[in-house]
């Protein structure tokens, strides 16, 4: 254990004044311990307790993470509270193997890190837990277990519903950009060594033991095709009523997880408060695209005020949900800071949202007759990133060559409006075959014919009746599938056109079924129901100006072989489409200790229009770390085919490792191949 100001393991030496760091252990009942590392005021202690946070992630404290925890652990501290990260276990340089995400040991295990920092001389024994994306999902999780320590949660861009809006399925239909990539990149993740500088000279063994029970978890997901007891286990939204903590919901416009703040606001019966802004899968104080950003921390600090000392700080009197609506503006993969205003809704919904519904025919100008949809399967080829991070090519591009591959349905727009909330489209529909999976995207087309996309919904047929079932279609007998965009907030102006564009096939998104099914909407029956925002006067809505502690001076490495964010290609020959990917997560840095740490990545996504079972998306992961007497790197790949009966996973995984001083041989820890044949059900 170190304290005062460590200059070891991707800590900061330039603390805030009054604020000390140290590393130590949790134990776990079963004698696994836990990395963690704790900032704190310098007067903490059994006579001067503080409240306690806690941030519980699988990403390493010790590197991946030590720049962003810089951010905000040492603010919080020099802000009164002990303020904690801890590595789940079997990552970072945390005991044990790693098993799944959001396992039932990786929260139980939670509970007793909760049980533990509230026991301890220095804490008042109340808990906040927060966190993006995994952290967000557990102290989620967590907080609809209920342990009694865990007072409130700050949970930024997270969901409530495992199944139906995490990277697993959306719509019901697999969702191929990350089902794929997102095992991919945890299975690259989860083979990285312990520190030796935390858990000694048996780290080489260690991570041979860890890399020998590493298993890829993209098989796993796909042989849950519904939303299963798997799917439930962890998804707050079973059971809302058990979450006692209070709840602050924050996500964005640009992430894929913002319904999930829209239902806890309406659904959880404890403190709750929501905030969407136009934020990408970032801490919306960062600076990152699209802005403006926010006093993310002071705002937060407001919460665990309230809710972990009693003190009234006015959080109780904010809206419900506050929420950001985008002007419109021309269509771009990268927006420094979006224009528009914030509004504030007293509940969620809220009297000033009016449904509009519309029947289709309306969008076409009282054209008569059914709407045949037969798209070519590379639909989605400028759909952009499903987790945008906010680099240059992340958003999607304009939509007019995807508009040109899809069925549309435009309305003029006479007088302006907003909207704020999901736009419902239920289609009336035949389909030829028993499979069929519908992508409807709503657009704002710009006089000059630019189209932006502002938000889109899928569903796979089979799941019309609901997440958990499957229910094929019958050929030639209609049925109505109702498609539930994601929610949005978006002004649109008089002279624009708003657009519905219905797709049947949306790659890399969707995963094609084994045979392309053609449909036929009929666009009288079918409608369309508008979220429209009708107050429009000013909320009063006001943030501070973010602010944040010094980050950790990390020395970012310019690639030796630099490659395009995005391209897509074409052979026009065989039909092949192929989308090539950096997806940007940080590259290559030198640490302040002297780590040096590489990390490259590419995913590539093909198909063969008209081949519904060509497609194949692969990960390529390459990482090295080297430090003063011993180094490490590994090579990993994911790729994931399938047939109309089967997927196919085939991962594979090496690893070498240096144990002494430069010119030490290199050793090959492990090489493991896994191959994994998984029956397609109903995705």
Known sequence: ?????????????????????????????????????????????????????????????????????????????????????????????????????????????????????????????????????????????????????????????????RYDNDVHYVGGAVLGIDMAAWGGTMFAFNARPPRPEVVGPSWVEQWRARLASNRPMTPVWLSHQERDDYWRHGSAAEDYAGISAAVLAVGGWADPYRDAVLRLVEHVDAPVKGIVGPWSHQYPDRGLAPGPSIGFLQESLRWWDRWLRGVDTGVEDEPALRAWINDPEPPATYYPVRSGRWVGASSWPDDATAPRTLPLDTLRGGEDGPVVVASPQETGADAGRFFPFGNQTDLPPDQRAEDGRSVCFDLPVEESFDLLGNV???????????????????????????????????????????????????????????????????????????????????????????????????????????????????????????????????????????????????????????????????????????????????????????????????????????????????????????TAEAFTVVNTVRAWARDGVDGTPEELVAEHTHHDEVPRTSA
Request: a negative charge; aromatic letters at 8%; glycine letters at 8%.
């Open 1 to 161: 254990m170190t304290d005062g100001s460590l200059t070891g393991i991707g800590v900061p030496v330039d603390l805030p004044d009054g604020v000390t760091v140290r590393d130590t252990w949790i134990p776990m009942p079963d004698g696994v311990r836990l990395h963690t590392r704790i900032w704190a005021p310098a007067t903490a202690g059994p006579d001067a307790p503080v409240p306690v946070l806690l941030e519980y992630l699988p990403y390493r404290l010790d590197d991946w993470t030590a720049p962003r925890d810089s951010e905000r652990h040492p603010w919080y501290a020099e802000h009164g509270y002990a303020s904690v990260r801890v590595d789940i276990r079997g990552t970072g340089s945390s005991d044990g193997t790693f098993d799944d995400e959001y396992s039932e040991q990786e929260l139980s295990d939670g509970e007793a890190v909760i049980a533990w920092l509230a026991a301890q001389a220095w804490s008042t024994g109340a808990v906040g837990m927060f966190g993006i994306s995994w952290g967000g999902f557990n102290a989620l999780q967590l907080a609809a277990r209920a342990p009694a320590a865990l007072k409130a949660i700050v949970t930024v861009c997270s969901t409530d519903d």
């Open 424 to 642: 419902l489209v239920d289609l009336v529909l035949t389909s030829d075959q028993p499979r069929a999976t519908v992508t409807v995207r709503l657009c704002d087309v710009a006089p000059d014919g630019s189209s932006t996309l502002v938000t889109r919904g899928v569903l796979n047929g089979l799941r019309r009746t609901g997440m958990d079932a499957s229910v094929p279609l019958v050929p030639g007998e209609p049925t109505t599938l109702p498609v539930r965009l994601v929610s949005t907030g978006h002004r649109f102006v008089a002279g624009h056109r708003l657009r519905l564009a219905v797709s049947t096939a949306y790659w890399p998104w969707v995963w094609p079924h084994g045979t392309a099914a053609t449909v036929t909407v009929d666009p009288a029956a079918s409608t369309v129901t508008l979220p429209v925002w009708t107050r429009s006067t000013d909320d009063g809505v006001r943030f501070e100006e973010p602010t944040r502690s010094t980050p950790l001076a990390v020395t970012r490495l310019a690639p030796a072989e630099p490659l395009p964010q995005r391209t897509v290609t074409h052979d026009v020959e065989t039909g092949a489409w192929t989308l090539d990917v950096d997806p940007g997560y940080g590259g290559g840095r030198v640490y302040p200790d002297g780590l040096v740490f590489h990390e490259d990545a590419r995913e590539t996504y093909r198909i063969v229009s008209g081949d519904p079972t060509s497609a194949v998306a692969e990960s390529r992961w390459a990482i090295g770390l080297t430090h003063t007497g011993w180094a490490a790197r590994l090579e990993t790949t994911s790729h994931v085919s399938a």
